[in-house]
């Protein structure tokens, strides 16, 4: 019993640190010097990197937080084969990774909105869900003009899409917990929807 929670403690820990890798913090800085928590939305994520350096790097960061997000659970789903940590270990890791990514140790505990990295993660545990919820997330803000819009919708369907697809119930609770989370972090997005200030994708 303490070797499984040992066990899991390090998956934790290990996917928390992947998460914690700021990505577009970093890819800022190496062009131009500058600190992207000081532009725009103060976010490190994909959305507000495109306000610094254009919309190649938006996909460029997008792209990198999705595998962020990805690789430590299908590294718990390889690694981890023994009894019921099996189940558990992708999960720990899914959730660690998506509070790494929004509360970097690497940045004082700042850091983006989790929906790349989030979206990842659903992709290893599921990737039928997750091409699913990446499809959703696409179609509502090309139509809609907001980031924000698509992620929050995509991300509150995603546990419906897991159910659907008789993913384990473990995954479906994952989705549960994400979404919540993620749209908690888009509260100042979800405000300045309400006041009709949100900006659009140019």
Not at 6 to 24: D, K, N, Q
Not at 70 to 81: G, N, Q, Y
Request: charged share 10%.
């Amino acid at each position: 019993m303490i070797y499984k929670f040992i066990e899991l403690a390090l998956v934790f820990a290990a996917a928390y640190l992947i998460g914690s890798i700021p990505t577009g913090y970093l890819i800022v800085k190496a062009k131009t010097g500058k600190d992207i928590r000081t532009v725009g939305s103060g976010s490190t994520g994909a959305t507000n990197v495109k306000r610094v350096l254009g919309k190649n790097y938006f996909f460029l960061v997008m792209l990198l937080d999705a595998l962020k997000g990805a690789l430590p659970v299908v590294l718990a789903k390889i690694f981890i084969s023994t009894g019921a940590s099996i189940g558990i270990a992708p999960v720990i890791s899914a959730v660690a990774v998506i509070i790494g990514h929004s509360k970097s140790i690497f940045l004082g505990f700042k850091g983006g909105k989790s929906v790349a990295s989030g979206v990842g993660t659903i992709l290893a545990l599921n990737w039928t869900a997750g091409i699913i919820i990446a499809l959703i997330w696409g179609g509502i803000t090309y139509a809609t003009k907001y980031v924000s819009v698509g992620s929050i919708i995509a991300l509150v369907l995603s546990p419906f899409i897991m159910y659907f697809l008789n993913a384990p119930i473990a995954y479906t609770l994952y989705c549960i917990l994400g979404a919540v989370y993620i749209v908690y972090l888009h509260r100042e997005n979800i405000k300045r929807l309400v006041q009709g200030n949100e900006n659009k994708v140019r």
